[in-house]
C-alpha cells in the first residue's frame, strides 16, 4: 500500500524566495495535518484539515504560511517569503477520522533557507 | 502547549537490556499512542492504549496506562540495535474534533 507521500524530499532556496512543499495523503483517510520540526521545538503542528476542509490553523506561525487541499489527495503548504528561520523539517500526515486516531506520517521534507 | 512530555530525553543502553520510557501529560484522554521515528524518517505508529485500558503487548512492546497520575510507560524488552531510534508519546482528547498532542520524544542509542 503506498503510504503517504511528500516532495521535495529535500529542498534548499534563497531567503525571500516562495516554498511550496507537496503532500498526498493515503487514500481514504479523511483528516490531513502539517507539521514542522525542529530541535529546539520539536513537533508542531502548523494546520489540520478534515475532509478538504482547514479545522484548526492556529500553529500556523505567521501570514507567510498557507495551507490547501483542493481535494481529497492533495495539499500543498506554502511559504512566501520564506526566512531562514523557516529552515525545518516539514511532515505530513493523514488518518482516518477523528483526528484524535492514528496518524501515518510521511518522509518529510527537510528545508533549508540560506 | 505540549500534552505528552517523555522522559528521560536521552537513553543509551546495551542490545539485549530492556529499555523503558515514560509519558506524562496534563489532561483526560481518550487514548494514548507511542510512535518511533528513525533517523531521516517519518514517525511510525506503534501501539494505541485506550483510556480505559492499563496495559496493552504487541511483540517487544509493552504499554502501561495510569490515567490517575496521568502518566504511561513504554518498555522494549531484548532491545537490538534496530531498535535506535526517537519515541514519541501523543495523546488524543476526548473532542472530535481536537488532533494528536505530541511530546519531544526520547532519543534512544541501543550499543550492539
Known amino acids: 500500500d503506498a503510504g503517504v507521500i511528500q516532495s521535495p524530499r529535500h529542498e534548499v532556496t534563497e531567503m525571500g524566495q516562495e516554498v511550496t512543499l507537496r503532500c498526498k495523503p493515503i487514500?481514504?483517510?479523511?483528516?490531513l495535518f502539517w507539521y514542522r520540526q525542529t530541535m529546539m521545538r520539536g513537533l508542531e503542528l502548523l494546520i489540520y484539515?478534515?475532509?478538504?476542509?482547514?479545522?484548526?490553523d492556529s500553529g500556523m506561525p505567521e501570514d507567510r504560511f498557507s495551507a490547501k487541499m483542493p481535494n481529497a489527495s492533495f495539499s500543498t503548504l506554502k511559504i512566501q517569503p520564506s526566512e531562514p528561520r523557516d529552515s525545518a523539517v516539514y511532515f505530513c500526515?493523514?488518518?482516518?477520522?477523528?483526528?484524535?486516531?492514528?496518524?501515518?506520517f510521511g518522509d518529510g521534507t527537510r528545508l533549508s533557507i540560506l | 502547549s505540549q500534552q505528552g512530555e517523555e522522559d528521560p530525553q536521552a537513553l543509551s543502553i546495551q542490545e539485549g537490556e530492556n529499555a523503558t520510557m515514560n509519558c506524562s501529560y496534563k489532561?483526560?484522554?481518550?487514548?494514548l499512542q507511542w510512535y518511533r521515528q528513525n533517523s531521516g524518517r517519518g514517525l511510525v505508529h506503534l501501539i494505541l492504549?485506550?483510556?480505559?485500558?492499563r496495559e496493552k503487548h504487541s511483540g517487544r512492546l509493552r504499554v502501561t496506562l495510569d490515567t490517575s497520575k496521568k502518566s504511561s510507560s513504554l518498555l522494549i524488552t531484548a532491545s537490538r540495535a534496530a531498535d535506535t531510534a526517537s519515541y514519541f508519546c501523543?495523546?488524543?482528547?476526548?473532542?472530535?474534533?481536537?488532533?494528536?498532542?505530541f511530546g519531544k520524544g526520547t532519543r534512544l542509542s541501543v550499543i550492539a
Open positions: 500526515a493523514s488518518s482516518p477520522s477523528p483526528p484524535n486516531q492514528p496518524q501515518h
Open positions: 487514500s481514504g483517510h479523511n483528516s
Open positions: 484539515f478534515n475532509n478538504n476542509v482547514p479545522i484548526d
Open positions: 489532561t483526560s484522554i481518550n487514548n
Open positions: 492504549i485506550r483510556s480505559n485500558e
Open positions: 501523543a495523546t488524543g482528547r476526548n473532542s472530535g474534533n481536537t488532533p494528536l498532542v
